[in-house]
């Protein structure tokens, strides 16, 4: 709007530009969903290292195969990880600590009333080997320190901790700034704790009684326990354990809502998003169980615009009988946001002496997608002699005709070369068939797509309530186009011009008068892809010299 004009001189306005930017999403957050043997559960915590894992999850575990897979995911390039925690049947290990006085024994009964509940952070056993000190404050009989310490299982009491957190200076007032719950739950990523005696809705100034100083309370008292637990290693499902019936139902839980209003773990990283899906205990759930989950995932990362990585269940063959192929085509091809990589992959274990391990290769495709994305864009293919795999080798050697048989099938080899060293050798998508003849049968393809899609989804919510008319389209044609502009600058699309390689449509033809009505604007975006040259063919002819006549 002009000023209001009252008095003659010279009046300055600031004319809108019309410039929306539109900012590129991530390409490769990847999500782990998994049973680990500590961390929260349910919930989506996101990482940025593998020290940050041990951390907050406590490292390699051997009924962990997303442990193995994640530390393959940060060896061979990945960066950000969301990690969903499944743990069905956990408990947390937790110890009262009394008000009682010093040497009364036990921490119930009437001379020990119980002043604080401290809990383990998270359900598991790991719980067990927590324990806590109460400090009294010299001088400051309102105020106290909490001290925990996680040691090793098995440790002597002289043994140094793993951990140990300090908490200082708190207090049982609800409305003290230093509240011994707030500050605790907040800062301690060992503990929980809890205040039965004086609820938060305390009048102001009321404070209830400080714990007893009585040495270090073991949680161990009040067991954690881990529930459900997969097979150790290599061990094989069996049918009717309550690993078996409980894991899958629990890993379904995190792709399907128990009521359609429930949101489900990666629901809630908003704004943030994940673009790759891993889910390495599911292929050791046997064949049927494996597909039931892979397909509920598929249709989650549909819906979210992700790529899910599929590890293919053990004892699989290249050929029929019980084929990878045959297992695909049980159910599994039912959209293209989705690859397998075949076979399993073999690392050292340093978990048990260094002996071999089978793993799925989902963590350390990730981490190579991870890896090209940031090195050549997510229009490469992850393929090639560049998608060396690190830290993992191949249990048995794919030849050319091993290879032969997968691809065309749409199933992703992952073989040895001379020299080079193990690499990925397949991009094509659960939709990659020869036979489908889709559109979408390259991984860089589909993945470049669900990119585009994601970056003009979360980056043109400013074009809703704007008036619909030809000021607007040309905003969004000008913001769009400058968006797939760059990307043609860096490489991303096929052709020599931007005429031959993108076109963003939005104005009357697209919008029609009916559309207006109905509140609509219509934008067509189309991009021609860069498609993997697989098949090299070198023609090699003599030349023939001159022939007399």
């Known amino acids: 709007m002009p000023p209001t004009l009252t008095y003659p001189g010279v009046y300055i306005e600031e004319i809108p ?3 929306h930017t539109i900012v590129g999403v991530s390409t490769s957050n990847t999500a782990f969903v998994d049973y680990f043997a500590q961390g929260p559960v349910g919930v989506a915590t996101r990482l940025t290292s593998w020290s940050d894992f041990v951390r907050q999850f406590g490292g390699l575990d051997a009924h962990s195969e997303a442990s193995y897979a994640i530390q393959q995911y940060y060896l061979n390039g990945g960066q950000v990880a969301w990690v969903v925690r499944v743990a069905p049947g956990a408990a947390a290990a937790h110890a009262d600590i009394s008000s009682g006085p010093a040497g009364s024994g036990s921490d119930s009964g009437p001379t020990a009333a119980p002043s604080l509940t401290v809990s383990a952070s998270s359900p598991g056993s790991w719980g ?5 000190l109460v400090q009294a ?17 098995g440790a002597k009491p002289n043994d140094p901790p793993l951990t140990i957190e300090t908490l200082r200076n708190l207090s049982m007032d609800p409305h003290d700034p230093r509240y011994a719950v707030k500050v605790v739950n907040d800062q301690s990523t060992l503990i929980v704790i809890a205040d039965p005696l004086n609820p938060p809705d305390a009048p102001t100034g009321s404070s209830g009684p400080l714990p007893n100083p009585r040495g270090w309370v073991p949680l161990g008292g009040n067991p954690g326990s881990d529930g459900a637990v ?14 078996q019936e409980a894991g899958v139902q629990a890993l379904l839980d995190v792709f399907v809502p128990t009521t359609p209003t429930s949101p489900l773990p990666l629901d809630r990283i908003a704004p943030d998003i994940f673009n790759i899906l891993c889910i390495p205990a599911a292929a050791k759930l046997g064949d049927q169980a494996a597909t039931d989950i892979y397909v509920a995932a598929l249709t989650y990362c549909q819906a979210k615009r992700a790529f899910l990585v599929i590890d293919p269940p053990d004892g699989l063959h290249i050929t029929p009988p019980h084929s990878i192929s ?7 091809r039912i959209n293209s946001n989705g690859a397998v990589y075949y076979p399993n992959l073999v690392i050292s274990d340093v978990q048990a002496q260094l002996r071999d391990r089978t793993v799925g290769p989902s963590g350390t495709i990730a981490g190579i997608y991870a890896r090209t994305d940031t090195n ?9 002699v560049e998608a060396v795999l690190v830290g993992a080798r191949l249990p048995v050697k794919l030849a050319d005709g091993d290879i032969g048989e997968l691809n065309p099938e749409g199933i992703n080899a992952l073989r040895a070369l001379p020299i080079i060293g193990e690499v990925c050798w397949g991009a094509r998508t659960l939709l990659g068939a020869d036979q489908l003849a889709s559109e979408w049968k390259y991984v860089p393809i589909r993945r470049l797509a669900l990119f585009l ?9 400013w074009v809703v309530f704007e008036p619909n008319d030809e000021p607007l389209w040309a905003s969004i044609r000008l913001n769009v186009g400058a968006f797939m502009h760059h990307l043609f600058v860096q490489g991303a699309f096929q052709g020599q011009t931007p005429r031959d390689a993108y076109f963003v449509k939005c104005d009357a033809e697209t919008t029609t008068q009916a559309d207006r009505d109905l509140g609509i604007v219509n934008i067509v975006v189309g991009f021609a892809p860069l498609k993997p040259a697989e098949f090299v063919i070198i023609q090699i002819q003599q030349i ?3 022939i007399p006549t």
Not at 326 to 332: M, P, V
Not at 453 to 461: A, N
């Open 137 to 153: 404050i010299t001088g400051d009989p309102a105020r106290f320190n909490l001290l925990a310490r996680l040691k090793a299982p």
């Open 453 to 461: 899609e994601e970056s003009l989804f979360e980056s043109t919510k």
């Open 230 to 243: 997969p097979p150790n290693g290599d061990g094989v499902p069996v049918p009717g354990s309550q690993w």
């Open 17 to 19: 530009s019309g410039v």
């Open 376 to 384: 050549r864009g997510v229009w490469k293919a992850p393929a090639g």
């Open 128 to 132: 067990n080997n927590l324990e806590v």
């Open 544 to 546: 023939a010299g001159a």
């Open 326 to 332: 045959e297992w695909l085509d049980g159910g599994l």
